[in-house]
C-alpha cells in the first residue's frame, strides 16, 4: 500500500485514491488504468502514461495426465529469462506453485533449477503476475514458492508479493493459505519469520551435515545447525506451520539410521516431514527410493512422534514436478 500512497502523491491525487487503485488491481482485478472509472480522467491519464498495470499472459501451458499445468512466462531484464509455475488442481484446493527467480544459486545437486545457474531476481509484480494471468486465477486457493528460485535470498520482493496477498486491500487471504520453502538463507529467512506470519518449508534432505553438504552445497553457507536454531526461536504450536522437505534417494539417505537421526534433529519441535519421491533428472547418478522404503521410512518416523507424510508426485511428464523446473520443454 505504501507504493500505491507514493504513486498517488507523485500523481497529485489524494491518499484514500491508493485504496481505490488496490481495489481495482487486487479486488477487481482490471488488466487497463482506463478501467479505473472511480479515479477522474484527467488522473487516469496521468497515471496511464507513467504506469502500467503490467499483467503478462503465459506464453506457452503444458497439460500433465494427473490434470496439473505448468505455465511458461516471459520476464523482463537483460537476460530474456523464463521462469514456470505450476497450477495443481486436488479435489479441496487448487494449488499455484510460484517461482520467485529465474535459476537458483543454490545449486542443489538433485535439482535442474540450480543446474540452470541464477539469471535474475523477480519483481513483486512478476511473482503476482503468475498469480493473476493464468486461467485459473479465480479458483486459487493456495500459494506455495516452491517454484525456480531460493524465496529467502530475494526476500524484498518476495515479502512485497505476501503483503498484496494477505493484507485486507489485497486479495485478503489467511497466511495459511500460503507456504514458501527455503534451503534456509538466514538473513532472509529471518526477515520472513518476524515480517510474514505465512507457514515455512525447509529443505532438508539429510539429517547428517556433510552428506547434506553433498546434497546441497549451500549447507556450507547455511548449515542446519543454525537454521534449525533460528526455527525454534519461533512459537510453532498456533495455526502457522514449519514443515521440513526430505526427498529420498535410493542408499543415500533413506535408511533407517536417517530416519532415527533425523527424529532425534527435530526433537520437541512443532512441525511437520513431508517426505518427496525423488524425480529422475538427466545425466543424474541420484535414484528414487522405492515405495516400500518411503513407506518403512514414514512408519519409523511416525513411531517416534514425528508427524510425517508423503507428498504426493504431480506433473512428472510434463518435467513439472519437484525439482523438475527448468524452461525446457518434455
Known sequence: MAELEQVAAESGMPKFAAKQMA???????????????????????????RYE????APVRSQKS??????????VAGKKQACIESVMIPEDDRTTLCVSSQAGCKMACVFCMTGRMGFLQQLTAAEILNQVFSIPETLQL???VYMGMGEPMDNIDEVLKSLEVVTA??????????????TIGVLDGLRRFLDESRCHV???LHSPFAEE???????????????VLALIRQHDWTGQRRVSFEYTLFAGVNDSSKHADA????????ECRVNLIRFHQIPDSPLHGSSDFTIGKFRQRLLARGVITTVRASRGEDILAACGMLSTKKN
Open 168 to 181: 485486507p486491500w489485497g486479495l485478503a487471504w489467511s497466511p495459511t493459505r500460503v507456504t514458501i520453502s
Open 201 to 203: 518449508a525447509i529443505s
Open 23 to 49: 481495489d481495482w488491481l487486487y479486488r477487481k482485478r482490471i488488466a487497463d488504468i482506463a478501467d479505473m472509472t472511480n479515479l477522474s480522467a484527467k488522473h487516469r491519464e496521468l497515471l496511464a502514461e
Open 262 to 269: 533425523l527424529a532425534k534433529l527435530l526433537e520437541g519441535l
Open 212 to 226: 547434506r553438504r553433498a546434497l546441497m552445497p549451500m549447507q556450507k553457507a547455511y548449515p542446519m545447525a543454525d
Open 141 to 143: 486457493s493456495n500459494l
Open 65 to 74: 495426465k494427473d490434470g496439473a499445468k505448468k505455465y511458461l512466462f516471459e
Open 53 to 56: 498495470v503490467g499483467l503478462s
